[in-house]
């Protein structure tokens, strides 16, 4: 586990992107108050895992986990470029009201009786050397008509979608508030997807702020 490494370079991404924050221990504490963030990286021989935890006003953790591909520092930087591609910009506007429009939509959702910003990140893709990883026709609208669907009452709700082919034989996965959501998963795996030779995976993540 190295996490003064991680740590100097999650405070990095803050600089960056010019946000001021003050480091406890392993934490990002953006204007040095919660929302707070950690990033904590778990190596393996050949790949690692980065676990990217961040801390609620209320408490309530936000958990996401990326694969880093390499051995050493070579895993770790891939696990933080995967983590910066696919989550770091959705949380960056939905926390701390900085939108990269070419990173993140932002849209007004009505769901129950709340209205809802929800803050879309672009479909996050990897392949194998020479294949682009096709996303079926449809597969956001989807996965929002799942969400649309869910009695949704707090304050702020998190889903993380992801799909992989490693020689036709698939993995899919959705997340509600970090827990296997199995309404997600249906609809994330009736997409139609395409199977391929070869590896190749598409991951989304967004989150919903009530207004």
Not at 121 to 149: C, H, K, V, W, Y
Request: aromatic share 10%; hydrophobic share 45%.
């Amino acid at each position: 586990m190295i996490i003064s490494t991680v740590t100097e370079a999650l405070s990095q991404l803050f600089d960056g992107h010019g946000i001021a924050h003050v480091v406890e221990g392993d934490w990002i504490a953006p204007n040095g108050e919660l929302p707070a963030m950690r990033a904590v990286w778990h190596p393996g021989e050949t790949t690692g895992r980065l676990d990217v935890h961040v801390v609620l006003p209320d408490k309530t953790i936000v958990e996401e986990n990326f694969a880093g591909i390499g051995e050493g520092e070579d895993g770790l930087n891939d696990g933080l470029a995967n983590f910066t591609r696919n989550s770091f910009h959705v949380l960056l506007s939905a926390l701390w009201g900085q939108a990269d429009e070419e990173q993140v939509t932002v849209e007004t959702w009505s769901i129950g009786d709340r209205d809802y910003a929800a803050h879309i990140g672009n479909f996050g893709t990897r392949g194998s050397a020479g294949m682009q990883p096709p996303i079926p026709d449809g597969l956001f609208a989807r996965l929002e008509a799942a969400i649309r669907a869910e009695p949704l009452a707090g304050h702020t709700h998190w889903f993380r979608f992801f799909f992989c082919n490693l020689n036709g034989a698939f993995t899919v996965e959705a997340l509600r508030e970090s827990e296997p959501w199995d309404v997600g998963e249906q609809a994330l795996a009736s997409a139609g997807w395409a199977a391929q030779d070869g590896y190749y995976s598409v991951r989304l993540f967004l989150m919903l702020r009530a207004v």
